[in-house]
């Protein structure tokens, strides 16, 4: 599998979870950077492409949360 669609799902699948739990919703974009930040220590070659490859997926499904929320839910509890 291409290492940019890997860290795209990676990063998609971590912000979906928003659905379960919504502050969930920023995991994926966490990830993101925690893990180029841990290549940048040196545990592997950090690469900005990687990081905007997960942050994509992260942003796409957490749009996908945002539509499927249910706001008045979100006022009142």
């Keep these: 599998m291409n290492d940019k669609l890997a860290h795209f799902i990676v990063g998609f699948m971590l912000s979906i979870l928003g659905i379960l739990h ?9 990830f993101a950077i925690g893990k180029e930040l841990f290549d940048a220590l040196g545990n592997g070659k950090p690469e900005t492409k990687d990081a905007i490859a997960t942050a994509c997926g992260a942003g796409i499904a957490s749009g996908i949360v945002l539509l499927s929320i249910d706001y008045g839910f979100l006022l009142w509890h």
């Excluded at 919504?22 to 966490?30: A, K, Q, V």
Aim: charged fraction near 0%; avoid cysteine.
């Design 22 to 30: 919504f502050p969930l919703i920023l995991s994926g974009f966490f």
